[in-house]
């Protein structure tokens, strides 16, 4: 026999080890865990006091700027008032000077009507012009005060001995062929009726219209611009008008177009974007619809004409259009977008 003893085995005592090894295990790993989550809580904690600091410094920092906001807001409302107030005296200061100005003005305006006074009508202002001589009357030359005429007349010394005999003298280096045209115009006062009979009586070429026109745009005449204008569009529609003559749609003699040939049913007469400036439509019979859609009429006259069909003036010119001792069938005449400033329309036109 051997000498220890031997000792019986115990599977009991075998699993109450096992099972205190595990308890143990397991404590030491709890152990450890809480540790760990000690530390994560230790770092949270540190990271809330941390952001809970920075929103504290935050809120600091939003309290100051408002409370600069607010200062600044009393500012600007101070600035304000002061705005408010220092308008209302530059406001009232214009006012004042305004009238102040006012005042000159009407005393500048009074002395000019007082020294135009001056200026008796037998004054004369002698005018050279090129090579060529022309007398006047200052205040012919003083008819348009916007004029280069009129403003060298202002700009001349008074003399109170500007009679017939001791004349004004004035020179303009222009060439003076056209200037008793430029004369005639003030002479008539600028009356536009009047000078464009004055100008279709002399019957001028285009050629000698633009040269006066330049002359008149010199002197800044503008109104007589305007007028020329006018004549030379005149000039085109004659011409309009004789290629309508050639082409059989109108008989005419000078300007004023008698008759249209025969057009027939249910076909439009064609007469639109053309150019009929002063011209006359004697006793034309429009028997077919007829459509001067677009056309320039300024002035132009229907005198004695039949309208049997729909006559369609629509987006025309029709300024100081005329018509006159017409016969009006049932359709209407359409002038929907014309232009009929100072025109003579009979009753029964349409606006659309």
Not at 97 to 104: A, G, S, T
Not at 220 to 232: D, R
Not at 314 to 338: H, M, N, S, W, Y
Request: proline share 3%.
């Amino acid at each position: 026999m051997s000498d220890k003893a031997t000792v019986p085995f115990d599977p009991v005592t075998t699993q109450a080890k096992a099972f205190m090894s595990a308890v143990r295990s397991a404590a030491n790993q709890l152990q450890s865990d809480e540790l760990e989550r000690d530390k994560k809580v230790k770092r949270y904690e540190e990271e809330l006091n941390s952001r809970a600091s920075k929103i504290s410094n935050a809120e600091k920092e939003l309290k100051q700027q408002c409370v600069e906001l607010e200062q600044e807001k009393k500012k600007l409302d101070a600035a304000q008032r002061k705005l408010v107030l220092d308008c209302g005296n530059f406001n009232y200061q214009m006012l004042q000077r305004e009238k102040h100005l006012k005042q000159r003005r009407d005393n500048i305006e009074a002395a000019k009507n007082q020294l135009s006074s001056l200026l008796e009508s037998d004054q004369v202002v002698e005018i050279q012009v090129g090579d060529q001589v022309f007398k006047t009357f200052c205040n012919t030359l003083r008819r348009f005060p916007e004029s280069t005429l009129a403003q060298s007349m202002d700009a001349m010394p008074l003399c109170t001995e500007g009679r017939s005999d001791h004349p004004y003298t004035m020179f303009i280096d222009r060439d003076g062929r056209h200037f008793n045209f430029i004369l005639n115009y003030l002479r008539r006062g600028g009356d536009e009726e009047q000078f464009l009979d004055y100008i279709l009586v002399h019957n001028y070429d285009l050629d000698t219209i633009e040269d006066i026109m330049e002359e008149a745009k010199y002197y800044n005449l503008m109104q007589l611009v305007k007028i020329l204008n006018w004549v030379q569009l005149r000039h085109h529609a004659v011409h309009e008008v004789a290629y309508l003559i050639s082409e059989g749609l109108f008989v005419s003699s000078d300007s004023s177009c008698t008759t249209t040939k025969e057009i027939p049913p249910g076909e439009v007469l064609d007469l639109r974007m053309r150019n009929f400036t002063g011209i006359r439509f004697e006793q034309v019979h429009f028997k077919c619809n007829t459509s001067f859609q677009g056309s320039v009429l300024e002035r132009a006259v229907f005198s004695k004409c039949k309208f049997e069909a729909m006559v369609d003036f629509i987006d025309t010119d029709l300024r100081k259009a005329q018509f006159v001792c017409c016969e009006l069938g049932p359709l209407p005449i359409l002038v929907a977008g014309a232009n009929t400033k100072d025109a003579e329309l009979p009753s029964c036109v349409r606006d659309y």
